[in-house]
Every structure is written in C-alpha cells, then in structure tokens.
C-alpha cells in the first residue's frame, strides 16, 4: 500500500478506536473537506463535526482502501442509530501531501441523515 493509503488507514483505524486526538494528527490544518451536506475548511471544523457523528455510530467497518500517489480511496459500512437506524455504504477520496490528509471527499446515500442538516433552502 502506498504512503496515501496507510495514512488514511491510520486515520481511520484511530477513529474506529475512538481516538481523535491521534486521528487529528493525520490531518492539515488547512485540510479541506467536501461532504454531500457540508464543506469544511478546516481539520479543526472538519473533526468536530465527525466527532459529533461518530457518537451515533455504533459501526464502522472498512471494507477497502486503495491508493495510488498522492491519491487514496476508503469504502466503509457505517452503521448509525440517529435520526434513525441505517447501515450507509461510503465511499471518500483523500489526497494526502507531506504525511498529512489535505482534502477529502466523501459520496454515499444521505437520505438516513437528511434530518441532521437542514437545508439552505
């Protein structure tokens, strides 16, 4: 596995053990993220918010990575009990630079968490 993906394997294997504070120090400061509700700028504002998300998440399963330069993929089940229970199958794209993750961009089918973002209009 290339660099790109063992980090974003370090990453998520802090996650998974509840460990933000190791999971933050695989992130920019300037780490941009794109979600399908949410943009964040920041690490900081990126891992509050994935904090907040983990405490409903009583699963998350990685099923792959794959990497290639600077490039890694991740392809998760996670499996939530808020705003109600749902098994979502994820998929995100990292672009890691200097040992550090600098933009990240998640897909997956945002139905189950609708609720927890209200719209724009």
């Not at 983990?54 to 998350?60: I, W």
């Not at 990685?62 to 749902?86: D, L, Q, R, W």
Request: proline share 2%; charged share 20%; net charge negative.
């Amino acid at each position: 596995m290339e660099t790109a993906g063992i980090i974003l394997k370090e990453f998520y294997t802090a996650v998974v053990n509840g460990d933000m504070a190791k999971a933050r120090g695989y992130l920019a400061d300037n780490m941009v993220y794109q979600g399908i509700f949410k943009n964040f700028a920041s690490a900081d504002a990126y891992l509050a918010v994935f904090q907040a998300f983990m405490e409903f998440t009583t699963r998350l399963d990685v099923k792959m990575i794959v990497s290639e330069g600077e490039n890694a993929a991740i392809f998760y089940e996670m499996e939530t009990t808020k705003p109600a229970h749902a098994v979502t199958f994820v998929g995100e794209w990292h672009v890691v630079r200097g040992g550090k993750i600098v933009q990240a961009r998640a897909a997956c089918d945002g139905r189950p968490f609708a609720a927890l973002f209200p719209s724009n209009g």
